[in-house]
């Protein structure tokens, strides 16, 4: 299974924009299709973005699509995603996930994600 590491949560301001990262080790990462989650303490993991192996498809929660995007560096071994127009109801851990088969739009749940970082918060304030 591949390790994750995510880095480049803090605190910004609503309007404001991060960019995280998920660096993978202990595997291939091209094997791999790549998720961010967040979850917010009392609730289950919420689906933000996906991609597949080789980038070329991509998928966003309705709640994040013309704000947030992810991309990934297959050379790197990490995917990004990066945030812009942030909103309060935007704060949560965010975690990176992976997954080694399948990427439909109708499965990306935490289930199908078989690797998971330890999270990264991200908080906006007004």
């Known amino acids: 299974q591949v390790q994750l590491v995510e880095s480049g949560g803090g605190l910004v301001q609503a309007g404001g924009s991060l960019r995280l990262s998920c660096a993978a080790s202990g595997g291939d990462f091209s094997l791999y299709a790549m998720g961010w989650f967040r979850q917010v303490p009392g609730k289950e993991h919420e689906f933000v973005a996906a991609i597949s192996w080789t980038g070329g498809t991509t998928y966003y929660a309705d709640s994040v699509k013309g704000r947030f995007t992810v991309s990934r560096d297959n050379a790197k071994n990490t995917v990004s995603l990066s945030m812009n127009s942030l909103k309060p109801e935007d704060t949560a851990v965010y975690y990176c996930?992976?997954?080694?088969?399948?990427?439909?739009?109708?499965?990306?749940?935490?289930?199908?994600?078989?690797?998971w970082g330890q999270g990264t918060q991200v908080t906006v304030s007004l």
């Open positions: 996930a992976a997954r080694r088969h399948g990427f439909w739009r109708n499965t990306m749940t935490p289930g199908e994600f078989g690797s």
